[in-house]
């Protein structure tokens, strides 16, 4: 068990909002008062998780997550840390294994008593630790866009549920490419399976189109020159993909290996970002696109900054994704809700967290607020890939509610 502090030389450029509910100067307060149930603080530190995958076929989508983690702890701490408690990390690898992931939680939340874990990225790994988390009665902040069809007390959702990405994304496609039928392909787990049931819903019911194929691939797999095959034959308007981690890499260099490139076919994944086009390569999937709450090349002075901060603590050729972005997101929405709730009692951050008053005004990817029911509004992006990686982005929604029980699609 390794314990450390991360740090950084000299206070990066913030988003101002995110600022906002700093309160280093104020008294600091006693930890009798803000810790009665037994957690890993003393009078200048508190203790948090950070739980993801650094190995196996999941670390090139995770290893983005964990740093932009590290960089907002960072940050708070350079601040003052949060009711006047500079935060320290336990670090432990989920190695792309689902059990793996709860016997981790297990120790984050049993052993070392953190206060909160920022981790998890598949489903399959959320549904293996929520179980350790919802008994232990911890609190886990998410950052994947995922199927939805969840709500738990003791999950904080950074990401987008179905509705801000599967459906946004569809009717975008629909709509700009005239597209009627579709052939989805996803690794083979809850996430890409519903994602595609979800989807499969949605183009048959309410856009009149039609489902030519549907396919699922192994976990890590990096044969797909049968589907590939099957998508020639059946020539659909759109391949609507769901493949995940580092099989992606074989996927698009396959794809355009047959000769599918974005020049003769429309292709819109929901499960690529800046992390995976780094292992991809730009020139695999250039004029594809994928649908996401945000890309790296948004232009506004928040992102700048961000990207900024990222790069001086992670490398000139560090690149960031939607999921690393969300990942971001989860201690500073973390530190406004213990600052609101004036303690780091699960129950009562839970409670300041649900109240609709958390809010992110200049946070990356633009303003973000927590929805009572753990998600967060935000908007949906499709962005155009190039060659050099990074993605032009060509729709931008308003600000979308969340809601992961959709009628109809459950």
């Not at 047959?258 to 819109?268: E, F, M, R, S, Y």
């Not at 991809?280 to 709450?293: A, D, V």
């Not at 005004?361 to 890939?385: C, D, F, I, M, Q």
Request: aromatic content about 10%; proline content about 3%; glycine content about 10%.
């Amino acid at each position: 068990m390794k314990y450390f502090r991360t740090k950084i030389k000299g206070l990066m450029a913030l988003p101002a909002a995110i600022l906002l509910s700093t309160s280093c100067f104020a008294a600091t307060p006693s930890t009798a008062d803000i810790n009665t149930t037994g957690l890993a603080i003393t009078d200048d530190t508190v203790t948090v998780g950070i739980l993801h995958s650094l190995t196996g076929t999941m670390a090139i989508s995770e290893t983005g997550a964990q740093e932009a983690e590290k960089l907002a702890i960072s940050q708070i701490n350079e601040m003052g840390g949060i009711l006047g408690r500079k935060i320290e990390i336990v670090q432990e690898d989920g190695a792309s294994d689902w059990p793996t992931f709860a016997e981790k939680s297990r120790k984050l939340l049993v052993r070392d008593k953190v206060a909160a874990v920022f981790g998890a990225w598949t489903s399959a790994s959320r549904k293996a630790v929520l179980p350790v988390f919802e008994k232990e009665n911890g609190l886990l902040y998410y950052p994947t866009f995922y199927e939805g069809l969840e709500q738990s007390k003791n999950v904080i959702y950074t990401g987008q549920e179905a509705t801000q990405q599967i459906l946004d994304g569809l009717n975008w496609v629909a709509k700009e490419k005239k597209a009627k039928t579709f052939y989805l392909i996803g690794s083979d787990y809850i996430w890409p399976r519903t994602s595609m049931k979800i989807a499969r819903k949605h183009i048959e019911n309410v856009l009149g189109g039609k489902v030519v194929g549907e396919e699922y691939k192994p976990l890590g797999d990096t044969q797909f020159g049968s589907v590939i095959n099957k998508i020639r034959l059946k020539k659909p308007d759109v391949i609507y993909a769901a493949v995940v981690g580092g099989s992606n890499v074989a996927w698009f260099k396959q794809l355009k290996a047959a000769g599918i490139t974005a020049k003769k076919q429309t292709l819109l994944t929901i499960s690529v970002t800046e992390d995976e086009v780094l292992g991809i390569g730009g020139e695999n999937l250039e004029g594809f696109y994928s649908i996401m709450k945000y890309f790296q090349s948004q232009d506004n002075e928040n992102n700048k900054a961000f990207v900024k901060a990222f790069k001086e603590m992670w490398g000139e050729d560090s690149v960031i994704g939607d999921v690393t972005q969300a990942a971001y997101l989860g201690p500073w929405l973390w530190k406004a809700a213990v600052e609101k709730a004036g303690s780091f009692d699960v129950d009562k951050v839970v409670k300041a967290s649900e109240e609709g008053e958390i809010e992110l005004k200049t946070a990356p990817e633009g303003y973000v607020k927590l929805h009572p029911n753990h998600h967060l509004w935000s908007v949906a992006r499709v962005g155009e890939w190039k060659k050099d990686g990074q993605a032009t982005v060509v729709y931008e929604s308003g600000l979308i509610e969340p809601n992961p029980f959709p009628e109809g699609y459950q």
